[in-house]
């Protein structure tokens, strides 16, 4: 195995290493725009994407998006490296029961893993530990190994059962990032609300991002009668 291999996209530094590896978990919550760009944005950053998409997804994409995605992980692989342009180094996809891949394993898995969007199934199956698909394999490695595990559901309204299961995941470490943008950045179109969204994400995996103007550096909106 070569060096690079070996390594992988860890770069090492005289604190140890630098992961650049995300995983990004696609299920079957309303909201395939918010996984595309987000993708988009991870692989333009040049972050190694291991991802997995849970059938339901596929579902809501082909809903939402008119995007047929393919079951077969290596075709599916395939078809989204030629549509970010990024190789199959940097683009991984892994099927649901694939349990030899590097997310399975505490050993192996990136430390950073966002759920989005996160549907209410899979947020209780990650509640409790079910470990039942890679997706949620995956989410239980990263809190057993007290990494950054972000959760973004989308539900309306929230039962008392869902509100519970958010609880127990935030008390386990996990971030629950809702996807309820804001209005305050003065959205003009949908791409607008879903980059909300998508920034906010990118802030909390301290990658740059500049979708959306920060809080206090946006040129400020004057109060009716002052404007100019
Ligand atoms: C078009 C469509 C939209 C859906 N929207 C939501 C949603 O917003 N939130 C949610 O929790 N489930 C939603 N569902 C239901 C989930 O897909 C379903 O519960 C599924 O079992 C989740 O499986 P997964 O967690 O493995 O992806 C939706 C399903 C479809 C087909």
Not at 144 to 165: A, D, W, Y
Not at 170 to 181: D, E, H, K, N, V
Not at 184 to 195: E, G, K, M, N, T
């Amino acid at each position: 195995m070569s060096e690079q291999n070996q390594a992988g996209s860890q770069q090492h530094t005289a604190r140890g290493y630098q992961d650049q590896r995300v995983t990004l978990a696609i299920t079957g919550a309303s909201g395939a725009p918010y996984a595309l760009r987000l993708l988009e944005n991870l692989l333009a950053q040049k972050q190694e994407v291991l991802l997995l998409i849970s059938s339901a997804a596929r579902v809501v994409f082909a809903t939402e998006e008119n995007l047929k995605l393919p079951a077969n992980p290596d075709t599916l692989q395939t078809m989204l490296c030629e549509r970010f342009a990024v190789s199959p180094e940097q683009l991984k996809v892994y099927g649901k029961e694939e349990w030899f891949s590097p997310v399975a394993s505490g050993s192996a898995a990136p430390k950073r893993m966002v759920v989005c969007p996160c549907s209410t199934g899979t947020l209780s199956a990650i509640a409790h530990g079910a470990s039942d698909n890679l997706i949620e394999r995956a989410a239980d490695v990263v809190l057993k190994e007290r990494g950054q595990l972000i959760l973004v559901p989308r539900e309306m309204p929230f039962s008392s059962i869902h509100l519970q299961n958010m609880l127990t995941l935030s008390q386990a470490g996990a971030t629950i990032m809702p996807a309820a943008p804001g209005f305050y950045h003065q959205p003009q179109s949908i791409a607008d609300l879903v980059d909300f969204v998508v920034a906010r994400i990118l802030d909390h995996l301290q990658l740059g991002q500049d979708l959306v103007p920060r809080w206090g550096y946006a040129p400020k909106a004057k109060p009716e009668g002052e404007q100019k």
